[in-house]
């Protein structure tokens, strides 16, 4: 059984940092790019940011970009979103999910192969 596991959401304050992992089991996931997609409530879901197998490349969306950081461990299946100068809005359950798109075109991808179950994260100002 494949799956997706998020851990490190929780509750913040604005400026503050955190680090959310994916950890993927029962496959491999050789040649899958991996991301991060939240919502918030009331809204729709939207693309955070995205890395290939390889690390070598990433893609992440105008609004988060350098405040977050997407990295992954192959030798742990582990995918990480590194989160800093948090904003109120940046509120949200973070999804974690893997995909064999190229990373450039995730923000248009709306069913990728494999989906985590979710992390809050709540920034307050």
């Known amino acids: 059984q494949v799956q997706l596991v998020e851990s490190g959401g929780g509750s913040v304050q604005a400026g503050d940092s955190l680090r959310l992992s994916c950890a993927a089991s029962g496959r491999t996931f050789s040649g899958h790019a991996m991301g991060w997609f939240r919502q918030a409530a009331g809204k729709e879901r939207e693309f955070v940011a995205a890395?290939?197998?390889?690390?070598?490349?990433?893609h992440s969306a105008d609004s988060v970009k350098g405040r977050f950081t997407i990295s992954r461990d192959n030798g742990k299946n582990t995918v990480y979103l590194q989160m800093t100068n948090l904003k109120p809005e940046d509120t949200a359950v973070y999804y974690c999910a893997a995909d064999t798109y190229p990373v450039t075109s995730w923000s248009g991808l709306n069913a990728p192969d494999y989906w985590g179950q979710g992390t809050q994260v709540t920034v307050s100002s």
């Open positions: 890395i290939s197998w390889s690390g070598g490349n990433t």
